[in-house]
């Protein structure tokens, strides 16, 4: 198995362009989460999925962001428009609910707005 | 809410010192409990995990964590560190098995070589 993959691994935009950031979870997991990391806050969920219908979306920071999954292989974290203090690595896990596995976790995607 | 804390947020030790990382977590009911690392520059990788049954468990390159129910804790403990163990350790929970991680802020140890 491939893992959880995330693209970019990188993104550099300038302020007010929109971004989007995808991920493929792990086949046959049912769950998917979107993570923030940052050296002030740590890691903050900012929401996920149960079979591809988003459950709890509470941790999105602002309109600005938007989160889809429209099948159980694809999910895109998009944020409009982007601004410096988006600027983190976004994380994105999956798992199957039900079973007491944990998250895997994918390789990240480093965000700088400049 | 569920909440998970970790006391130390940097942590320098040498080589072959012992280490321990303490993780309390809020919540009254059936937990999982897990630590997680991140070395420099990468995701985060399940380090072990607690479901039920013997409440010290081991888990990859010589790490162990003992859940003490009474005291709402789950110690991350290796008896000699070495410098590969540079990395961050995150302490999470989930509430039986259809909760969501809750992780806690993070450690991070620096092993001086």
């Known amino acids: 198995d491939a893992g959880v993959i995330q693209s970019p691994r990188h993104e550099v935009t300038e302020m007010g362009q929109e971004v989007t950031l995808r991920c493929k979870p792990i086949?046959?997991?049912?769950?998917l989460f979107w993570y923030r990391q940052t050296m002030m806050r740590g890691l903050e969920l900012l929401i996920y999925?149960?079979?591809?219908?988003?459950?709890?979306d509470s941790g999105m920071p602002e309109d600005r962001f938007s989160a889809k999954m429209p099948n159980a292989s694809f999910s895109t974290l998009k944020i409009q428009p982007s601004e410096p203090r988006d600027s983190a690595v976004y994380f994105c896990?999956?798992?199957?609910?039900?079973?007491?596995?944990?998250?895997?976790f994918g390789s990240g995607t480093r965000l700088t707005v400049v | 809410a569920q909440s998970v804390s970790q006391h130390n947020h940097h942590v320098i030790l040498s080589e072959a010192a012992s280490l321990e990382l303490g993780c309390n977590y809020s919540?009254?009911?059936?937990?999982?409990l897990f630590w997680y690392v991140q070395y420099p520059g990468q995701h985060l990788q399940l380090l072990l995990k607690y479901f039920s049954g013997d409440p010290l468990v081991k888990g990859i390159k010589g790490f162990e964590a003992e859940f003490i129910k009474s005291k709402f804790s789950f110690n991350l403990r290796k008896p000699s560190v070495q410098w590969s163990d540079t990395a961050e350790y995150f302490c999470a929970v989930m509430s039986g098995s259809q909760g969501n991680l809750i992780f806690g802020k993070g450690t991070k140890l620096s092993v001086k070589p």
């Open positions: 999925f149960n079979n591809n219908v988003p459950i709890d």
């Open positions: 896990a999956s798992s199957y609910r039900g079973l007491n596995y944990g998250y895997t």
């Open positions: 919540y009254g009911g059936t937990v999982n």
């Open positions: 086949s046959g997991h049912n769950s």
